[in-house]
């Protein structure tokens, strides 16, 4: 039976405050640069750049209080399976405690509220800025929650143990940072020509072998509805051998779940192989080896979409081009609106599909850059937003006022446009929506009882690209208040218009999905549309005065042309 607890006794401790860096690891899989081969198993480290956190044992005679405070504390020790952590545990609960159930997130400047209140029982508070899910999928809260816990203790030889654990490991924002990198795993949309990427947060020790693993499970929210994987279940992938050529590029022999693939089923296994391992921090490149031959198949299978980077805007007429704004008249792109006032243009990548809003605002007009599509004018409905185009020949029309679904035009006949049902849209108001560059992935800011609210979720389509549904989101929190504009970036960063919690002044910022992001220079208060394109760093906007502007170094610079609503493309 376990001793009374003190009822009054109450431990603080700083989150960070038991962390301590040394040397970098040498444990992990060594990969040589030359030489003969030496194969290995994913199951091994393949981060040579990982610091080493120390964690430290229970001390001998530590009250209730600190058993659990060190017990915490020792979640940054994931080596020989949390055994240091393990230590602060009962003999039962040492064998039974799952430490990758996940991790919630707090940050390092926030303390842990311990206290003992009853007799074998131990609370523990934390301000919970998120947590990791076990296959990796981290959510944010907007701002910090606490979240109690309660877990029992015993004595056991004389000394305190936890006899109940919370599943899971608590770690500080700092600690995260050092132990965990960030992955995406890559999926194939029903089409099979673009790869989506679904972001994932793994140990920085086995984040090779647990990216891999996580590919077999499948994706995650939003994406389950949305895309495909011919990944087949027990690839075993985490335990395929690795080495390193002669060139000191990392080899990958495929086993054989995925080599007797059909040919076309192997070509988007290898794709999705290779895109989830490149995106690792560690990795640059990779070769996928078959029996010790390489199993390039040539044709590549599903790449991953690249956002737009040519500049354009809507001049006084027509869409022009803002490659050259040195050019005393800017270039013409469509010619079948070279001679009226549009709004909010967008053109395609994929074809010469473009779009924009009547000068009114009150229709969609649909042509080509080529007269290859026959123009026609659709009014939606009221207060329209931006139109977007997909690369499977919609331009999707959305209003401020929603009803559970959003409007794709065909860009071949009316009789083809779809209604892509959104039940969880209806009763908001729509303040923005945009399509990332492989059609899959969405962003949409709406107002829910007069708060913003921004989600991310994916369109649903048919093995024709037919959008169908948008699935459940996904809430993404930002550090901006009363958002105003979110826009794609790049695959895996958006561009926001907001404001600073703190000041309420206007800022501009680029958001990782994955991480904080960077804020751009302060901009006018008077700007109300921003773009910008990852791939050539580049931010345009216009203010509600007429003028356009561009980030210039670590300021907004005007540009001498009379365009509004400027995009990519």
Known sequence: MPDHLPTSRRALVRGGAAIAVSAVLAS??????????????????????????????????????????????????????????????????????DPRAGVTLYSAGDELAV?????GTVTLTVQAMGQVDRSGVRTLHGSPSARTVELGVTKEDGQWRISRPPDGIFLSDSAFSLLFRAARLYFPEPRLLHLVPDPRWFFAREVTAAALAALEEGPADPLVKAVRTVIPDGAHLSSAPVSAGGDGILQLDL???????????????????QATLRSVPALSDVRMLADGKDADPGDKGPTRALPG????????????????????????????????????????????????????SAAVILCSSDD?????????????????????????????????????????????DAKVGAS????????????????????????EDGDPRLDLCAVVRNEHGVPLSLSEPVQLSTSLGSLRQATWYDESSVLLLGEDTESGALRAQVMEL???????????????????????????????????????????????????DPAFY
């Open 514 to 564: 994955q991480g904080d992001g960077d804020r751009l220079p302060a901009p006018p208060e008077t700007i109300d549309w921003v773009v910008g394109s990852g791939m050539t760093v580049a931010v345009w906007a216009c203010t509600s005065d007429g003028r356009l502007l561009r980030v210039e170094g670590s300021s907004w610079g005007d540009v001498d042309l009379q365009a509004i």
């Open 115 to 119: 206290s003992a209140e009853d007799e």
């Open 372 to 416: 290859s599509v026959d123009r026609r004018e659709v009014a939606v409905g009221p207060d329209l937003l931006p139109p977007r185009i997909d690369d499977a020949g919609y331009v999707w029309a959305p209003t401020t006022v929603t009803s559970a679904a959003l409007l794709a035009l065909s860009s071949r006949r009316p009789d083809d």
């Open 424 to 447: 969880w849209l209806s009763g908001r108001r729509l303040v923005g929506f945009d399509l990332a560059a492989d059609a899959t992935r969405a962003l949409v800011l709406s107002r």
């Open 255 to 273: 086993p054989g779940t995925i080599t007797s693939l059909s040919a076309g089923r192997r070509r988007v296994a290898i794709a999705q192989i």
């Open 309 to 360: 980077h040519r500049p354009i805007a809507a001049g006084r007429t027509g869409v022009i081009s803002l490659a050259d704004i040195s050019a005393a008249d800017a270039d013409q792109l469509v010619p079948a609106l070279a001679k009226e006032s549009v709004r909010a243009p967008a053109l395609s990548q994929a074809s010469p599909l473009v779009a924009a809003l009547r000068k009114d």
């Open 28 to 97: 992990c899989a060594r990969i040589p640069a030359a030489g003969s081969v030496h194969h290995e198993s994913l199951s091994g480290a393949a981060n040579p750049d990982v610091p080493y956190v120390q964690p430290q044992p229970p001390a001998d005679g530590a009250a209730p209080e600190e058993i659990v405070s060190g017990f915490v504390l020792a979640g940054v020790g994931p080596e020989d399976d949390f055994g240091v952590a393990r230590k602060y545990l009962s003999d039962e609960a040492r064998s039974s405690w």
